[in-house]
């Protein structure tokens, strides 16, 4: 009974302390939950050559299913990068596989399980280039006894980038309206141009010129040259 008491009691801090740490285990593990789910995550396309334009239908995101075990780890799209390195690419559409090799970034504490996107489709085009006129809108009518004479607009013409596609039907470039109610005199105005597609852009300048509006005084006839001249 002695031995027995003996081997109980011999090292009996180190034993409390091996119970105690075996019982935190044990509810560490026991109280973890493995959470999942699928996040879509935006694509970084690297090393775009310069004379080629991504088009509006290409595939912009990529799905994957991931998962956590941490306690308070938030399971967002946040922190993610799927990148696509592009130094080859060319015009036309094209199917790019996608591998984990993409996703250059996770969260820490996330694993990812599958990627549900195995191919993104890309269309590419060639950059353009092309001078189109400027044609000055302008809305309603100056003051009662004045009329617009003459519309100026300055730079007259300016040159346009983007897709091939998009340009080919372009024959002008318009101004945003111009009003000019009630109007008496001569007014200068910068004006934005209206771009009629959001790939397109400005070359080498902002999206302004300069419209002056000329207004002149509408001349009344003579009362001499009104009457009829074949009445008394």
Do not use: C
């Not at 044990?26 to 935006?42: A, D, E, L, N």
């Not at 080629?52 to 998962?67: A, F, N, T």
Request: glycine residues 6%.
């Amino acid at each position: 009974m002695n031995r027995i008491r003996r081997l109980l009691m011999e090292n009996l801090g180190l034993k409390v302390l091996s119970l105690f740490l075996g019982v935190f285990l044990w509810v560490q593990v026991g109280g973890q939950k493995t959470v999942q789910r699928v996040v879509s995550i935006p694509l970084e396309f690297h090393n775009m050559p310069g004379d080629l334009e991504i088009m509006g239908d290409s595939d912009q995101e990529v799905s994957l299913i991931v998962r956590t075990d941490r306690p308070g780890t938030n399971l967002t799209e946040d922190g993610f990068a799927a990148v696509i390195d592009m130094t080859s690419a060319r015009p036309g559409e094209q199917l790019i596989p996608i591998s984990a090799r993409n996703i250059e970034q996770q969260p820490y504490g996330v694993e990812i399980v599958n990627l549900l996107t195995s191919k993104v489709r890309v269309r590419l085009e060639k950059t353009g280039e092309k001078t189109l006129p400027v044609h000055p809108l302008v809305s309603n009518q100056p003051e009662p006894g004045f009329r617009v004479a003459a519309v100026h607009v300055v730079p007259s013409q300016v040159t346009i980038t983007g897709p091939e596609s998009r340009l080919r039907s372009l024959a002008s470039i318009s101004t945003e309206p111009v009003n000019v109610q009630g109007l008496r005199a001569t007014t200068t105005l910068d004006v934005y141009l209206e771009i009629p597609d959001a790939r397109l852009r400005i070359q080498n300048r902002a999206a302004l010129v300069r419209v002056e509006i000329v207004i002149e005084k509408v001349s009344e006839p003579e009362e001499s040259d009104a009457k009829d001249p074949g009445k008394s």
